[in-house]
């Protein structure tokens, strides 16, 4: 669905239920900020034949078959998990970020990497929560790959074994670099889109892991502890959520 159209949605949907952004009882900030959450494309949700149930009290309207998210709830949402971040910031208690989708990579990590955050960008490996002293393992051997690939020691062996050395090392790189500050259970975990990252958010729930997870309408809410209903394909979205996010955790 398009931007320009899921903002017609949006307005009709206001419209219908004989109200406008200026008829919500809201301050004039209140009211700046839901606007820039519709340009931002927030708003956006699924074919209703594909909504969750018990993702209802989050959706304002249904237009051409497309959920339109009620932003008055997303905005409350956010407010809630990022409190709560934010205690965890200031108490320096680790985080983990998790979201893996191509096209909005660079968004997440450059959030994460604002904070210092341990970040899975690339594929969930099972057990990276739920069998993390085997995961530590492979951490502590890929440090020492990287220490004797700079030391030089690597040269002591064939052509042919460094480069197998090499690219053991490229591949442990990519699937642990992100985490191997995270030496102790995350107290939180940020997950962009619990629907692709099930795998990661049922481990967290077996741990006992508080999840805040960015979801959209087609999603089970029952599973995460702070969600926030909103867009998270679109770049200007997801960029906007962690805008906000990232503003309240380096509020004073």
């Known amino acids: 669905m398009s931007s320009?159209?899921?903002?017609?949605?949006?307005?009709?949907?206001?419209?219908?239920?004989?109200a406008t952004l200026e008829d919500i009882k809201a301050s004039p900030?209140?009211?700046?900020?839901?606007?820039?959450?519709?340009?931002?494309?927030?708003?956006?949700?699924?074919?209703h034949s594909f909504t969750n149930?018990?993702?209802?009290?989050?959706?304002?309207?249904?237009?051409?078959?497309?959920?339109?998210i009620d932003l008055e709830a997303t905005n409350e949402m956010l407010e809630r998990a990022g409190n709560y971040l934010k205690i965890l910031v200031d108490s320096k208690r680790p985080i983990?970020?998790?979201?893996?989708?191509?096209?909005?990579?660079?968004?997440?990590?450059?959030?994460?990497?604002?904070?210092?955050?341990?970040?899975?960008?690339?594929?969930?490996?099972?057990?990276?929560?739920?069998?993390?002293?085997t995961i530590w393992k492979r951490i502590e051997y890929m440090k020492k790959l990287r220490a004797d690939k700079?030391?030089?020691?690597?040269?002591?062996?064939?052509?042919?074994?460094?480069?197998?050395?090499?690219?053991?090392?490229?591949?442990?790189?990519?699937?642990?670099?992100?985490?191997?500050?995270?030496?102790?259970?995350?107290?939180?975990?940020i997950v962009i889109d619990a629907n692709l990252h099930k795998h990661a958010v049922h481990e967290a729930n077996l741990l006992e892991i508080p999840v805040i997870a960015l979801i959209n309408t087609d999603t089970n809410p029952d599973k995460i502890t702070?969600?926030?209903?909103?867009?998270?394909?679109?770049?200007?979205?997801?960029e906007f959520i962690l805008t906000k996010l990232s503003s309240k955790l380096r509020s004073a």
């Not at 149930?53 to 339109?68: F, H, L, Q």
């Not at 064939?158 to 442990?172: P, Q, V």
């Open 226 to 238: 702070y969600p926030i209903p909103c867009n998270f394909t679109g770049r200007s979205s997801l």
């Open 53 to 68: 149930p018990k993702m209802n009290k989050y959706v304002i309207a249904t237009r051409k078959g497309i959920d339109v």
């Open 96 to 133: 983990l970020v998790v979201g893996t989708r191509a096209e909005t990579r660079d968004l997440v990590e450059k959030f994460a990497d604002s904070f210092a955050f341990p970040k899975v960008t690339g594929r969930w490996l099972g057990g990276t929560l739920t069998n993390y002293p």
């Open 29 to 47: 900030e209140e009211l700046a900020l839901l606007e820039e959450m519709i340009k931002a494309g927030v708003l956006h949700g699924r074919k």
């Open 150 to 189: 700079l030391s030089g020691a690597l040269e002591k062996y064939t052509k042919k074994e460094r480069l197998m050395l090499t690219n053991e090392l490229a591949r442990l790189n990519n699937l642990f670099s992100g985490i191997e500050t995270m030496s102790v259970k995350p107290a939180a975990m």
């Open 4 to 18: 320009d159209k899921a903002t017609s949605a949006m307005e009709e949907s206001l419209r219908d239920d004989e």
